[in-house]
């Protein structure tokens, strides 16, 4: 198998891995490395912090409970309480059926990065 076969292989099953190649010897060498693993900032950045207040501020706001929330994503409540404490980051799309149970627009949350990076740039 070459590099670039098991590159498309990967990618295609895995999008959620990166694929660096390096030529060692007669070897081709395969390193595939998490996304998550090179994403410069942690979940318990200030940025992502003033997402999380907002998202559970307007969960308060509606009066939901995190299993009544976690129900009507059809989660876990333990997901929901870990993206709120910060053990968890949200995906993008996680992040918009969130907003969606929540019956808020995504661009609050949007606003709220926004306002937080106006502050203290990256």
């Known amino acids: 198998m070459t590099a670039s076969f098991l ?5 295609a099953q895995c999008s959620s891995t990166l694929i660096q190649f390096a030529n060692v010897s007669n070897f081709e060498t ?3 490395v ?18 999380r207040a907002l ?22 409540h333990s997901i929901i309480g870990k993206i709120e404490d ?11 059926e969130y907003c969606k149970a929540l019956e808020v627009d995504p661009h609050e949350g949007l606003e709220a990065l926004l306002k937080s990076l106006e502050k203290k740039p990256f």
């Open 34 to 51: 998490s996304r998550i693993e090179t994403m410069r900032y942690s979940r318990n950045s200030t940025h992502y912090s003033a997402l």
């Open 7 to 11: 590159a498309r292989l990967i990618g």
């Open 30 to 32: 395969l390193y595939i």
């Open 86 to 96: 910060g053990s968890r980051k949200l995906e993008i799309f996680e992040f918009i």
């Open 55 to 76: 998202l559970k501020s307007k969960r308060l706001e509606s009066g939901m409970t995190i299993r009544t929330l976690a129900d009507k994503l059809g989660v876990s």
